[in-house]
């Protein structure tokens, strides 16, 4: 009894100083799928798959920009002992290949979780300006617009290449797997229904935002996206480039601009008052944007951009 007593309380012991060591094995996640995402909407699709049978942890830091993201040595470290590892791709991550090489870890499962949805091309003009600025971004980004996850359609390919991730890496709890993704992508799609006929009715389709991040949901619903700032939310507008998109914004009559919260805000702000238009909130899910979830800040996004067109 003493014995036993005595091996309690070392084992207590020790594990307070693992703890102190910021080594802590006694963390609730015990027995949990070791999962490591990219950025929030990662984030929120792994969550929503995996629910308590996965620890999901996000390399972008709250905060941080996540176009100018570069992993540092502990995110390399936490990906040598992780199980899974989900990117979204297309650019989004251009340092993805790097990190999961530089890890080596032989037994880690990557998606890319953008493969099989339909790209979108960054249009020549785009891209010409882009490596005229700087050339290495340009070629780092590649030729595709990244923004997949802001499509309720695209969305669903996402949950379900992340569900067959997990199943790979835990086989034993796929029907678990199975059964969350088949509710979620449920959800995506009936808040794409939703939407669906509610902006077919629109006879105006263009509206103003910060950074380009919404061609694939200008693609799911017929609408036109015109920005502030590029699609990898790089480089504010010259005074030309503002001219002409107060000119634009006059000419179709818009009376909001979208600004998101890490892509230029203040250049959004600027537009809006030359125009007389009033500035409201998007979400790029690119950051925790206020711990709303996916879906909160999706319906959002949608009502938003809604109203702003039926006028
Ligand atoms: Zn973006």
Redesign the pocket.
Known sequence: MFKKITAMCLAALLTALLASCGTAPNDGNEGKLTVIVSFNAMYEFASAVGQDKVSVSTMVPDGME??DFEPKAQDIAALSTAAVFVYSGLGMEPWAEDAISSAANKNLIVVEASEGVEVIAISEEHRDEAESDTETEAHAHGDYDP?TWLSLKAAQIEVENIKNALVKADPEDAAFYEKNAADYIAKLEALYETYAGKMNGLSEKNFVTG?A?FAYLCRDFGLVQTSVADVF?EGEPSARQLGELVEFCKANGIATIFAEALASPEVSKTLADEVGAQVKAIY?M?NAEGGLTYLERMESNLKEIYESLAG
Request: hydrophobic share 40%.
């Open positions: 996540a176009h923004h950074h991040a939310a790029t690119e």
